[in-house]
């Protein structure tokens, strides 16, 4: 008898089990002044956010600690394991948005870790 809400295919093995990290496609990670601020270069291209604004933070500290999380992925690129980046990304994308301005005063409050 089949359990109720469970689908006989979405086993272990399934296509439908947890989805798969990205695979690492860079091999250098730098940073560069941008504008107004410090960007994170993957193989000498600029990081764009998951919405397609150029990846920019306040200061080279900042942008130093998200360079190693980036330097610190394997062969699969594993978000959780990238706090800064993610915060970045939301305050970029979230905050900025199309009245643009108002992350620069988010950010001030982002400190690199020590």
């Known amino acids: 008898m089949k359990e109720a ?8 093995g ?7 990290l990205p695979k690492r496609f860079y091999d250098e990670v730098a940073v560069k002044a941008e504008g107004g601020g410090v960007g994170v ?6 990081v764009r956010t998951p919405g397609k ?5 306040p200061n080279q500290a900042l ?9 610190g992925q394997g062969p699969r690129i594993d978000p959780s394991t990238m706090p800064l980046t993610r ?5 970029i994308d979230g905050v900025k948005g199309p ?7 988010t950010f001030s409050t982002m400190r690199a870790p020590t």
């Open 53 to 57: 604004a150029l990846f920019v933070v």
């Open 87 to 91: 915060l970045a990304n939301s305050v």
């Open 5 to 12: 809400g469970r689908s006989p295919s979405a086993g272990p």
């Open 99 to 105: 009245r643009g301005g108002r992350s620069s005063a």
């Open 63 to 71: 942008a130093e600690a998200i360079g190693d999380e980036w330097r």
């Open 41 to 46: 270069l993957l193989d000498g291209r600029p």
């Open 14 to 20: 399934s296509a439908k089990s947890e989805p798969s």
